[in-house]
């Protein structure tokens, strides 16, 4: 039978790109966790976390992003696992900044219930990169709206974030990537989760091997809460490593 498990379980980041041309994109990542959006790491043991996207002309992508814990064989058994999926839209527009529109329908398994304890969550993103010689900074705002697919679980809500990210070209063997953002959720998502202000941190560093393959490892994921949360978001942490290729 399908449990209900609350929407902040959706990804952070789903793995998909965009580009003027057709390209798809595939990755996998294993986490030593899985960190929710919000900031709680739901599952603590071990994940896989795998995602194919393609990039069509206009701005226009698709993605289906999938999450499962490797401490059993049932793809619905505990909190690892989970089914997204993704189409968006991206645009430049008043010459320096870009829009991002997406659309994700979140499947907590079993698949054959839908739209049952499912969620829809419309996101909006709007970020410039800034080129400094080998660095780019890419200051970003986001905001995520939560809809129950079905009935009134998961609870509406609001995930409002602002960040920056930052690319240095190190000019050697490999890339350092990281960002870091400020996370205000409203609570409405219920489920035993205090609205609050956050902070999230991410690192990593990217290995290219070829033209369309590149190793990401390691990598690292941190939330620290920022206001008195009486709810199971902590100080916390996660790592992991992975793989992209393009095609």
């Not at 489920?191 to 690292?220: C, H, K, M």
């Given at each position: 039978?399908?449990?209900?498990?609350?929407?902040?379980?959706?990804?952070?980041?789903?793995?998909?790109?965009?580009?003027?041309?057709?390209?798809?994109?595939t990755s996998s990542r294993f986490w030593s966790g899985y960190m929710t959006r919000n900031g709680f790491v739901s599952h603590d043991e071990p994940v896989?976390?795998?995602?194919?996207?393609?990039?069509?002309?206009?701005?226009?992508?698709?993605?289906?992003?999938?999450?499962?814990?490797?401490?059993?064989?049932?793809?619905?058994?505990?909190?690892?696992?989970?089914?997204?999926?993704?189409?968006?839209?991206?645009?430049?527009?008043?010459?320096?900044?870009?829009?991002?529109?997406?659309?994700?329908?979140?499947?907590?398994?079993?698949?054959?219930?839908?739209?049952?304890?499912?969620?829809?969550?419309?996101?909006?993103?709007?970020?410039?990169?800034?080129?400094?010689?080998?660095?780019?900074?890419?200051?970003?705002?986001?905001?995520?709206?939560?809809?129950?697919?079905?009935?009134?679980?998961?609870?509406?809500?609001?995930?409002?974030?602002?960040?920056?990210?930052?690319?240095?070209?190190?000019?050697?063997?490999?890339?350092i990537q990281h960002k870091v953002e400020v996370l205000y959720d409203d609570g409405a998502l219920g489920s035993g989760f205090d609205s609050g202000v956050?902070?999230?941190?991410?690192?990593?560093?990217?290995?290219?091997?070829?033209?369309?393959?590149?190793?990401?490892?390691?990598?690292?994921?941190?939330?620290?809460?920022?206001?008195?949360?009486?709810?199971?978001?902590?100080?916390?942490?996660?790592?992991?490593?992975?793989?992209?290729?393009?095609?």
């Amino acid at each position: 039978m399908k449990k209900y498990i609350p929407l902040i379980l959706i990804p952070y980041f789903a793995g998909c790109s965009t580009s003027d041309e057709k390209i798809f994109t595939t990755s996998s990542r294993f986490w030593s966790g899985y960190m929710t959006r919000n900031g709680f790491v739901s599952h603590d043991e071990p994940v896989i976390q795998n995602d194919i996207s393609i990039s069509l002309p206009k701005g226009f992508y698709l993605c289906l992003w999938h999450s499962f814990g490797i401490n059993d064989t049932d793809l619905s058994g505990d909190l690892g696992d989970e089914i997204d999926y993704i189409a968006g839209w991206n645009h430049n527009f008043v010459s320096f900044a870009r829009l991002d529109i997406s659309l994700v329908y979140i499947n907590f398994l079993e698949l054959d219930e839908m739209p049952k304890g499912d969620g829809i969550l419309p996101t909006f993103v709007v970020d410039r990169e800034f080129k400094l010689g080998n660095h780019s900074l890419v200051p970003y705002a986001k905001e995520e709206i939560i809809i129950p697919a079905q009935g009134e679980r998961p609870e509406r809500g609001i995930l409002s974030r602002a960040g920056i990210k930052h690319i240095w070209d190190t000019s050697l063997s490999f890339d350092i990537q990281h960002k870091v953002e400020v996370l205000y959720d409203d609570g409405a998502l219920g489920s035993g989760f205090d609205s609050g202000v956050l902070a999230r941190y991410e690192l990593g560093l990217t290995w290219p091997t070829s033209e369309n393959i590149v190793i990401e490892a390691p990598s690292t994921r941190i939330i620290l809460p920022l206001t008195d949360l009486d709810d199971k978001r902590k100080e916390d942490f996660v790592i992991g490593f992975g793989i992209r290729v393009k095609f």
